[in-house]
């Protein structure tokens, strides 16, 4: 039977941060594992002709952030719909998750910290030094990850988790796999839950 649930995403998603705490829990209630799989979102939207968000129609824009809004109620999560860095390339929180994922270290606050910095706190997720301060703020060793991050290695792994999404067929993050059944969206993760108690 599995006992985990692979999890994939970006640190730059506020789908996947509206989400976070919520999976979190989920995960706890059923006693599962998380495999923590960032991705390359690019690469995915490039082979599923998923346009960037300020390249999609104004109306799939406008409504984007309808949506936001009301999940933000909805989660009760202060959320910055047009967060200051935004785009921001999200490689190094990626990797420095990577990291910690191999080292079997625990995950889940970092990256609910680093969604944060970027959806609430209007922070520029691709500046090393707010990575290691968040890295620093949950008692992990800021250099060492930091340096791990940067090697071909982990890289390899950030491009295996994408190359992993595309062959599974996944249509976007937050993305949650469990038995080989797909849950996209942070918005599935009622369905998820009933999947789970099954």
Same mark, same amino acid.
């Given at each position: 039977?599995? $006992?985990? =649930?692979?999890?994939?995403?970006?640190?730059?998603?506020?789908?996947?941060? *509206? +989400?976070?705490? $919520?999976? %979190?829990?989920?995960?706890?209630?059923?006693?599962?594992?998380?495999?923590?799989?960032? =991705?390359?979102?690019? &690469?995915?939207?490039?082979? /599923? +002709?998923? *346009?960037?968000? &300020?390249?999609?129609?104004?109306?799939?824009?406008?409504?984007?952030? =309808?949506? /936001?809004?009301?999940?933000? &109620?909805?989660?009760?999560?202060? *959320?910055?719909?047009?967060?200051?860095?935004?785009?921001? #390339?999200?490689?190094?929180?990626?990797?420095?998750?990577?990291?910690?994922?191999? !080292?079997?270290?625990?995950?889940?606050?970092?990256?609910?910290?680093?969604?944060?910095?970027?959806?609430?706190?209007?922070?520029?997720?691709?500046?090393?030094?707010?990575?290691?301060?968040?890295?620093?703020?949950?008692?992990? #060793?800021? #250099?060492?990850?930091?340096?791990? !991050? *940067?090697?071909?290695? %982990?890289?390899?792994?950030?491009? !295996?988790?994408?190359?992993? !999404?595309?062959?599974?067929?996944? /249509? +976007?993050?937050?993305?949650?796999?469990?038995?080989?059944?797909?849950?996209? +969206?942070?918005?599935?993760?009622?369905?998820? #839950?009933?999947? /789970?108690?099954?």
């Amino acid at each position: 039977m599995t $006992t985990a =649930i692979d999890y994939y995403f970006t640190s730059l998603s506020p789908y996947t941060y *509206l +989400g976070h705490n $919520t999976f %979190i829990s989920l995960a706890n209630k059923y006693h599962l594992g998380i495999n923590y799989k960032p =991705i390359k979102l690019s &690469k995915l939207f490039a082979v /599923l +002709g998923v *346009l960037p968000v &300020k390249q999609r129609p104004q109306a799939r824009q406008d409504y984007r952030l =309808i949506e /936001l809004a009301r999940w933000a &109620k909805k989660r009760q999560l202060p *959320l910055s719909l047009h967060p200051v860095f935004f785009p921001a #390339d999200p490689s190094l929180a990626d990797k420095c998750t990577i990291v910690l994922q191999q !080292a079997g270290q625990e995950v889940s606050e970092f990256v609910g910290n680093v969604l944060a910095a970027c959806w609430a706190a209007d922070q520029n997720i691709a500046d090393e030094a707010v990575i290691r301060q968040i890295l620093t703020s949950v008692n992990i #060793d800021a #250099d060492s990850v930091l340096q791990q !991050a *940067l090697l071909a290695d %982990i890289d390899a792994i950030y491009e !295996a988790n994408t190359l992993d !999404a595309i062959e599974k067929g996944l /249509l +976007g993050v937050p993305a949650y796999v469990y038995e080989k059944e797909q849950f996209w +969206g942070q918005d599935r993760l009622d369905l998820l #839950d009933d999947k /789970l108690s099954e």
